[in-house]
């Protein structure tokens, strides 16, 4: 393993679009799961140069995980949040992770969120989105909730796109289930979108 102890970590950054490096660095935000979609869009985050993200999730590293999420064979038994802590941790040391190992509960959502700038909803379940989304915006009507809604399946690329709804965001194609089953691609084409569009968000300075 390279030396990595005098790292000038801010050349991770260089290739950033200018200026925006020190935006990000100031601005927190929130994952609520850490499974295809969260754990994806963490990552882009923290590559971006954001300086801290609350992260939650209940469950370990599972074999089945593997084929979507940003975890590796090492990780399997893991709890999902210190897993993602140590890789989000690799790729900048110098980044914040306020990690909550436990299952999210709509009246812990104010206490958990409080810091975040922005919320990325990435639950599995319907319902799970519906309370974490109302909840959230109750306690928060001035920050954005970017959520991904139809992500299963495969291919229909074009399928996928962004609705915005005043300080509501949603990235996917907003019809498919989890039936279909999951693909890799396919989750981390809108787990990027959420990141995206979050980026966006927190460098126009509106909140």
């Given at each position: 393993?390279?030396?990595?102890?005098?790292?000038?970590?801010?050349?991770?950054?260089?290739?950033?679009?200018?200026?925006?490096?020190?935006?990000?660095?100031?601005?927190?935000?929130?994952?609520?799961?850490?499974?295809?979609?969260?754990?994806?869009?963490?990552?882009?985050?923290?590559?971006?140069?954001?300086?801290?993200?609350?992260?939650?999730?209940?469950?370990?590293?599972?074999?089945?995980?593997?084929?979507?999420?940003?975890?590796?064979?090492?990780?399997?038994?893991?709890?999902?949040?210190?897993?993602?802590?140590?890789?989000?941790?690799?790729?900048?040391?110098?980044?914040?992770?306020?990690?909550?190992?436990?299952?999210?509960?709509?009246?812990?959502?104010?206490?958990?969120?409080k810091e975040a700038h922005?919320?990325?909803?990435?639950?599995?379940?319907?319902?799970?989105?519906?309370?974490?989304?109302?909840?959230?915006?109750?306690?928060?009507?001035?920050?954005?909730?970017?959520?991904?809604?139809?992500?299963s399946g495969y291919g229909?690329?074009?399928?996928?796109?962004?609705?915005?709804?005043?300080?509501?965001?949603?990235?996917?194609?907003?019809?498919?289930?989890?039936?279909?089953?999951?693909?890799?691609?396919?989750?981390?084409?809108?787990a990027n979108m959420q990141?995206?569009?979050?980026?966006?968000?927190?460098?126009?300075?509106?909140?």
């Open positions: 393993m390279a030396d990595v102890s005098n790292l000038n970590t801010d050349a991770i950054f260089e290739r950033n679009v200018p200026g925006i490096r020190g935006i990000l660095s100031e601005k927190s935000v929130a994952v609520a799961g850490c499974g295809g979609l969260g754990s994806n869009a963490a990552i882009a985050l923290v590559r971006a140069g954001v300086g801290k993200l609350i992260i939650v999730d209940f469950d370990t590293v599972e074999i089945s995980n593997l084929n979507r999420q940003y975890y590796f064979i090492y990780d399997i038994g893991k709890r999902k949040v210190d897993a993602l802590s140590a890789h989000l941790k690799n790729i900048n040391p110098n980044v914040e992770i306020e990690a909550h190992h436990l299952k999210l509960t709509a009246d812990r959502v104010d206490e958990v969120f922005l919320l990325i909803e990435a639950f599995d379940r319907a319902e799970s989105k519906a309370w974490l989304i109302e909840t959230w915006c109750i306690h928060f009507p001035d920050r954005p909730c970017v959520c991904g809604s139809g992500i229909s690329t074009e399928t996928l796109r962004v609705q915005r709804a005043g300080k509501l965001i949603i990235c996917g194609d907003q019809e498919t289930d989890m039936s279909m089953g999951l693909i890799s691609a396919r989750v981390a084409i809108a990141a995206n569009v979050a980026i966006e968000l927190l460098v126009s300075g509106k909140i």
